[in-house]
């Protein structure tokens, strides 16, 4: 029986394809890059990786249900700043979705310069026989701030190209990617430790000019590094405390919302729903997939010491050049399986795809955030000017540009202890989070007639709506990441309240965000402009 | 200096209308401007299933309601999203299915209702205010609605002609659109379009002092990105490949007459402004589901825009 008559009207179209919806918020929880990036980070934590994948997998989908909650209540609307606004106020909205979606983007582009190097740069010129240049990527500062201009420079391109070609680059990449993705873990499963061994030791050696013994030493750095980290097991308590590093990987599968639908109501919320939580689903499995065949071909303990022989050099704890001088790229290594150039060379491309259908993502948020603000009189309109010729937001983009190049050189040079910053760019977003979530919690409550005639309004649990209990669930697990980044009592993230850098950086993030608002509110004010009332409701008698 | 409010594309939401109506004093406009796109998508059937029950769908979730109090809240939470309640039985509905002139009468006799009342509702609010409301149906209005505003004694139908608004600014408007996918019931070729907006710029005595109140917006100005679709009009790259479907003919003739001022809508998603030459181009955005009303103010002085602001509403 027809519920529903719709006439011809602009607008009205399909569901779009959840596998779509998938492939976008599966790159934004890119297993690849901040997956395998944060995982040799996390080498001194006595919590399982694998329990603590699955763990935080759970909280996360919660987090899926809150954003797909709220787009299902208010779709094209633009995402947290207008939510936050409306349901919390326009000065809360607009710092929290400044610096979550743009300020602390400048920290992202010397990790995103960090990964490109390692993923990239360096396993290509490794492969094609470039060793001196990729040695000097892999472990100067002059290579590793050269990479963060050259992610600029790429991530540049990309938005003058527009979002329906980065799109495009995207859906290539995933393909490819995935492909890649399978050739490292048939290559892995398929082999055997003592032949990893040889193929490091041979295959290092002709790339990057290594000793004889590179296995031994390595793992013998790892050692000494303080490696520990199981790859399962361990009790709830110490598998909780690996979380807070792990959601620097996985905490972003809103990233791929979409934010379209109209008239239909509780399709787009389950579509979202589905193109969000499969994504979380999938590249969690994938992540333990991976992690299996590493441990059996690579071996859990050598991987793990890598990592930590790696990043003990990086981060300045000795001055010990670890004995493999590149980042410990896990599709290096499998590649290092075999002797086939080709298929060495064919691996380390398809698996930069990872990198290129994920790097734009650093900046797509943040012109439309500064593209709003200015929409909204919080910033010069000349901030949102679009060159005729090109399509491209050149002062949108210099505003991230310009910041981002002096970060990255005082994180590449690690002047004024940046370095230590790495999981800074992940609070302050889970800060952002949260203000959403909290909107999402109290929107049945503040908002009714809104809620009310939403297509979520059925969804209860024991009489409570839905957004709300996920919106507790969600915004518990963010207080307990805040609560131990901030307050570290086990001393294991450097970001707390021990680190004067990242105090003052954060810090220096939110008053920048509140002077700007308060700043531009009374400019506006001076000028017959009440910006408090241009966002407040107008009465409906 | 004269301060005017602009909004667009309310889709039949009585909400967005009340608001709008209540916009200038709340803004302290002068003068109100509706875009087109008034009318609403979808007609909600409240299908009687015996004795006082009712059984409604909305947004595909089933509700069964059964007392006058329930009723009156369903049609309110419908209205409240631009659809139009409509009281039926399940063999009307099984009529309905099969017969799609009697569905499309019944949608335009919900419209007109709509729009008769909203016209009342208008000339209630702004009796004694001396406000007039300037407004323009877009592509997806029916053309009988255009003689329900024509009968109204506060809000003037705009469409194809040369208005002097109070501030002694001149503004042509028009609802008409370039081709959509959905074939609405106002769209022309762009050579058309262009026959169209010469005529009214032809009459303009003061071009670079005027509005363009069009509701499409120009091509590729921004605010004409929408969701690119596949044949079966299904968002491509789960809408994240965003084109401009602006017209190409007010881009030109924006470009050629330079305007102070260009309102657009049409594109929901489009909120933002734009600068073609010396132009200043507004799309507010649409987010009538929600009850929510976008809009502009614009501060206009001699020969120039003071100021503007998107508002939230």
């Known amino acids: ?40 980070q996390m080498y001194s934590f006595e919590g399982g990786m694998v329990n603590a994948l699955i763990i935080s997998a759970i909280f996360i989908f919660f987090e899926v249900v809150v954003y797909a909650a709220l787009i299902a209540v208010m779709p094209r609307s633009g995402g947290d700043y207008v939510w936050q606004s409306r349901i919390l106020g326009g000065a809360v909205g607009f710092i929290l979705a400044v610096t979550g979606w743009w300020f602390i983007l400048w920290l992202w582009v010397p990790l995103y310069g960090d990964m490109f190097r390692h993923i990239v740069l360096v396993p290509i010129l490794g492969v094609l026989g470039a060793k001196d240049i990729a040695l000097w990527f892999a472990g100067t500062q002059n290579g590793a701030f050269t990479a963060s201009l050259l992610t600029l420079a790429i991530v540049s391109i990309f938005i003058m190209l527009g979002m329906k070609t980065y799109a495009r680059i995207q859906k290539f990449s995933f393909y490819g990617g995935m492909l890649g993705l399978l050739i490292v873990i048939a290559l892995l499963l398929m082999g055997s430790p003592e032949a990893f061994k040889a193929g490091l030791d041979a295959n290092a050696a002709s790339m990057f000019g290594t000793e004889a013994g590179l296995y031994d030493a390595t793992a013998a750095l790892g050692v000494e590094a303080g490696a520990i980290t199981p790859f399962s097991g361990g009790g709830l308590a110490v598998v909780f405390l690996v979380i807070p590093y792990m959601v620097f990987f996985n905490l972003w599968p809103n990233w791929g919302a979409t934010l379209y639908g109209e008239v239909r109501g509780a399709t787009d919320f389950k579509r979202n729903m589905a193109g969000m939580g499969w994504a979380l689903g999938v590249t969690t499995l994938l992540a333990i997939i991976l992690l299996f065949a590493i441990r059996k071909t690579i071996g859990w303990e050598f991987y793990v010491q890598s990592g930590a022989a790696w ?27 075999t002797t086939n150039k080709f298929v060495q060379f064919l691996v380390v491309a398809l698996m930069s795809l990872w990198w290129f259908g994920w790097c734009a993502t650093v900046f797509l948020s943040s012109t439309r955030v500064i593209f709003a603000a200015a929409f909204d009189r919080l910033l010069p309109e000349s901030v949102a000017k679009v060159d005729e010729r090109t399509g491209t937001p050149v002062n949108a983009l210099l505003l991230m540009v310009v910041p981002s190049v002096i970060v990255a050189y005082l994180f590449n040079y690690n002047l004024l202890n940046f370095q230590t910053l790495t999981l800074c760019s992940t609070l302050v977003i889970a800060v952002t989070f949260l203000g959403t979530t909290i909107s999402a919690i109290i929107m049945p409550y503040t908002k009714p007639d809104l809620y009310r005639s939403s297509p979520i309004a059925q969804y209860n ?48 993030n939110y008053a920048l965000a509140a002077v700007i608002y308060f700043g531009f509110k009374a400019y506006r004010k001076s000028k017959g402009i009440d910006l408090g009332k241009v966002q407040a409701e107008i009465p409906v008698e | 200096m004269t301060t005017i409010f602009f909004a667009t594309d309310i889709h039949g939401s009585d909400i967005c209308w009340s608001k709008f109506l209540n916009a200038g004093k709340f803004y302290n406009a002068d003068q109100l401007i509706l875009g087109g796109d008034m009318t609403g998508k979808a007609v909600v059937p409240f299908v009687h299933m015996g004795g006082s029950k009712y059984r409604i769908t909305l947004l595909e979730q089933v509700f069964d309601v059964s007392t006058d109090e329930e009723l009156t809240d369903m049609k309110k939470r419908v209205r409240s999203r631009g659809y139009y309640p409509y009281m039926t039985t399940p063999d009307e509905i099984t009529e309905l299915e099969k017969d799609p002139d009697r569905v499309s009468e019944i949608f335009l006799a919900e419209v007109l209702k709509v729009v008769e009342q909203w016209m009342d509702l208008a000339d209630k609010k702004l009796a004694g205010t001396g406000m007039t409301v300037y407004c323009c149906p877009g592509n997806d209005d029916m053309d009988e609605v255009d003689a329900i505003v024509q009968a109204s004694k506060s809000v003037v139908l705009a469409e194809s002609r040369v208005t002097m608004l109070n501030s002694g600014h001149e503004m042509i408007a028009s609802g008409w659109s ?23 710029i032809a009459q303009l005595k003061d071009p670079r002092n005027s509005i363009f109140n069009i509701h499409v917006p120009p091509y590729k100005s921004n605010l004409d990105e929408a969701a690119e679709l596949d044949e079966n009009l299904r968002p491509k790259m789960a809408g994240q490949a965003l084109k401009p479907v602006g017209s190409t003919a007010l881009r030109k003739a924006i470009e050629e007459t330079q305007p102070l001022l260009g309102l657009h809508g049409h594109i929901h998603e489009g909120r933002g402004v734009s600068r073609i030459g010396e132009t200043l181009c507004i799309n507010p955005g649409s987010m009538y589901e929600q009850g929510t009303l976008l809009g502009t103010i614009v501060r206009l002085g001699k020969r120039k825009v003071e100021d503007y602001v998107l508002t939230t509403g």
């Open chain 1, 461 to 508: 649990v024991l009489g409570i709506p839905l957004i709300s209990v996920a919106g507790v669930i969600f915004g518990s697990f963010l207080v307990f990441l805040l609560y131990q980044w901030i307050f570290d009592p086990n001393g294991l993230y450097g970001i707390g309240i021990t680190n004067t850098s990242s105090v003052i950086y954060m810090l220096a």
């Open chain 1, 311 to 337: 990043w003990n050099y990086a981060w300045g704890y000795t001055d010990v050049i670890p004995a493999l001088p590149v980042w410990p790229y896990p599709a290096l290594m499998a590649a290092f399986l």
């Open chain 1, 1 to 40: 029986m027809s519920n529903l008559f719709v006439r011809k009207a602009t607008g009205l179209v399909r569901s779009w394809s959840v596998m779509d919806a998938f492939i976008y918020a599966l790159f934004s929880i890119n297993l690849i890059t901040l997956g395998l990036y944060s995982f040799s």
């Open chain 2, 178 to 200: 370039n081709r959509t996918p959905w074939d609405t019931h106002r769209e022309e070729d762009e050579d058309q379009l262009k026959v169209r907006y010469d005529a009214m």
